[in-house]
């Protein structure tokens, strides 16, 4: 499924990578090769690590634990770049928290402990480096450009999935050979949930910032609940509608104090 995926996908990110692509570039070589590392680190490793976890555990699980990614970010932001978190983005981020608890706790169902230990520290993997991967663009893209550094992005991790498969399979399974649905399923994954979701993450980064992205983010969680609840009859309980509501009131009160810091003056005189 990751190599229909990024297949499918593999040539609109060559075509928005190099078709009068205007947007101006300031990278330097070390750029270049953060690029590659940030390229193998999201959307390469990071999805593989959360579909070999889903072997392990149920979905429930799984976005239980990807959905701690925000913390990540914050950590490497503090870290690498000295960027400290306000109190008022923290009280957002452990608001949403208490919104994806209340919505995926009811549904975490252990089963096989050594499964289940075995497939969390994958998703973990998968959360800590998507967090790198979001923590790297908010840093890259103002030197790319969000379509170039999207475009290059992904076409080294469509890249490093195919060579991944041709040397894990031997050349011993043919993708040609599928049913039909598989290719359609394939190629709507490519479209709907990778290509045009990976240009409006980079754009979204861009405005925002990674951090206060990552905030946002928690949304996601969200709208899979509800998807499911629209198109797969998945039952949606009363704790899940209130769940989603606080996790709303997290991102809301997260953007309510973006605003109120944008709108202070820059020096008493101002004031």
């Known amino acids: 499924m990751l190599l229909l995926r990024m297949v499918f996908s593999l040539p609109f990110y060559v075509f928005f990578a190099f078709y009068r692509n205007s947007e101006k570039s300031i990278a330097t070589h070390k750029d270049y090769g953060l690029l590659i590392l940030f390229g193998f680190l999201g959307y390469y490793l990071a999805s593989y690590f959360d579909f070999k976890g889903l072997i392990y555990v149920k979905a429930s699980l799984e976005r239980l634990i990807l959905f701690t990614y925000p913390t990540f970010v914050i950590l490497y932001s503090y870290y690498f770049l000295n960027i400290r978190i306000n109190r008022n983005q923290l009280w957002a981020i452990l608001i ?12 975490v169902d252990i089963g096989d402990q050594i499964a289940t230990i075995k497939g969390t520290g994958l998703i973990l993997l998968s959360a800590l480096t998507y ?11 103002p030197k790319f450009g969000a379509r170039r550094f999207t475009s290059y992005v992904m076409i080294i991790s469509s890249a490093l999935i195919i060579v991944q498969f041709l040397v894990e399979s031997k050349m011993q399974i043919n993708v040609l050979a599928l049913p039909k649905g598989i290719y359609i399923l394939g190629f709507l994954i490519a479209i709907v949930s990778t290509v045009i979701p990976s240009f409006l993450i980079s754009f979204a980064i861009k405005e925002l910032g990674a951090n206060q992205f990552s905030i946002y983010g928690s949304v996601g969680p969200i709208s899979t609940i509800s998807l499911a609840f629209v198109f797969l009859g998945e039952r949606m309980t009363g704790w899940q509608v209130f769940g989603g509501l606080v996790v709303i009131a997290g991102v809301l009160a ?3 104090y973006r605003k109120q810091v944008k709108t202070l003056p820059e020096s008493p005189a101002q004031a």
């Open 254 to 256: 997260a953007e309510y």
């Open 96 to 107: 949403t928290y208490v919104g994806i608890l209340i919505v995926f706790v009811p549904e």
């Open 131 to 141: 967090g790198a991967y979001i923590f790297g663009s908010g840093w890259l893209i």
